[in-house]
């Protein structure tokens, strides 16, 4: 089983550049999450599709939009890119739940933007 | 503000000891708390749930507890082994949705 899957494993961007981190999953999960997580900071919550065609901001949407796609596929998008968003980004889906639905998480994208 | 805080320095222990991680909470009522290892270059992958009215949870050799009193979690690795050495983090449901809010983590270093 793939679970989750990132894509790209890592990525350099130039201040202003845009890009698109993709995920899916073939678990079937309803609920989909976007982190990033930065030194002395933990993870943290990005923007998150409680379900298909539903999408909310969470702690530090600044800077990023995300997109449904379908209920296997929820992308990442940064319009503009600046060295604050320098961060390894992750990916988690669950079912939905009230926090006791475990998350499983893809291994990352580490981005660099200088 | 809400803040939810583990002990930023590693954690070393000899192979065969118990470790004891603890995750501490301000301003939240969770219902739930789970904890989640990380390995280097990996994403955190989940271990162990408690529900607020359990007091402990057993996996294997790891133990949960739960103090909602204390606003406290402890994390023990029983009979730790070098495979055992990542971090730790622990999680908590913020309202609803299952929108979990992490700790900073622990790292332990489990020395043959």
């Known amino acids: 089983n793939a679970g989750v899957t990132q894509t790209p494993k890592f990525q350099v961007l130039k201040t202003g550049q845009s890009m698109t981190l993709q995920c899916a999953q073939d678990m079937n999960h309803n609920s989909m999450y976007w982190y990033r997580q930065d030194p002395g900071m933990g993870l943290r919550l990005i923007y998150y599709s409680a379900s298909e065609g539903t999408t909310d901001k969470g702690e530090v949407p600044n800077g990023y939009n995300v997109s449904r796609l379908n209920k296997r596929e929820f992308s990442l998008r940064l319009e503009s890119a600046a060295p604050s968003q320098t961060s390894v980004y992750f990916c988690a889906s669950s079912e939905p739940g009230q926090g006791n639905s475990p998350l499983h998480f893809g291994n990352g994208t580490r981005l660099t933007v200088t | 503000s809400q803040k939810i805080e583990q002990n930023s320095e590693a954690l070393n222990i000899q192979e065969g000891k118990t470790a004891t991680l603890t995750c501490n909470y301000t301003n939240y009522s969770p219902a739930y708390l789970q904890w989640y290892r990380q390995d280097p270059g990996r994403g955190p992958v989940f271990l162990l749930l408690i529900r607020e009215n359990e007091k402990e949870k057993r996996k294997e050799r790891l133990k949960v507890t739960f103090d909602t009193t204390l606003k406290q979690s402890l994390f023990h690795i029983t009979a730790s082994q070098p495979a055992d050495s990542a971090t730790y983090l622990c999680?908590?449901?913020?309202?609803?949705?299952?929108?979990?809010?992490f700790g900073g983590g622990t790292r332990v270093l489990v020395k043959p």
């Open positions: 999680a908590l449901d913020e309202a609803a949705g299952n929108k979990l809010t």
